[in-house]
């Protein structure tokens, strides 16, 4: 989210909105409220605490070399009428998709490309 949360001015300069869904508990182990509230984060935040959305998006993993009970890092971009244009899957927790890969799709989308 930090990565996110920093470039977040070009996210706006494309017109585009971010929101986060983490596939944890509010309260769990990772303090996930806690966390947010320290941050101010200037974008909205899901706890899916039951992964429901998650299980919906096909990015739950029950279990993982390293994951029990999360969600595999995933971005979705949205377009304007709601259709997804684009879909990035990481293999494990430990990877993100890289900013530059984000705007390039979210550019794309804005142009009716799929990526």
Same mark, same amino acid.
């Given at each position: ?6 470039? !977040?001015?070009?996210? *706006? ?5 971010? #929101?986060?869904? @983490? ?5 769990? $182990?990772?303090?996930?409220? =806690?966390? #947010?509230?320290?941050?101010? !984060? ?10 429901? #959305?998650?299980? @919906? !998006?096909?990015? !739950?993993?029950? $279990? ?5 009970n999360l969600a595999r890092r995933s971005l979705f971009v949205v377009g304007s ?13 430990? =990877? ?5 890969? #984000?705007? @390039? ?8 490309? $799929? *990526?």
């Amino acid at each position: 989210m930090t990565q996110f949360e920093s470039a !977040y001015q070009e996210f *706006t300069k494309r017109n585009a909105s971010v #929101v986060f869904i @983490a596939g944890q508990k509010i309260d769990g $182990l990772f303090k996930g409220k =806690e966390h #947010v509230h320290r941050r101010k !984060y200037p974008f909205p935040i899901l706890f899916d605490e039951q992964r429901e #959305v998650t299980r @919906a !998006y096909g990015v !739950y993993q029950a $279990l993982g070399i390293d994951t029990i009970n999360l969600a595999r890092r995933s971005l979705f971009v949205v377009g304007s009428k709601g259709e997804i244009c684009s879909i990035a899957v990481s293999p494990h927790q430990r =990877e993100a998709p890289q900013l530059q890969d #984000v705007l @390039a799709a979210i550019e794309s989308c804005s142009k009716g490309g $799929l *990526t």
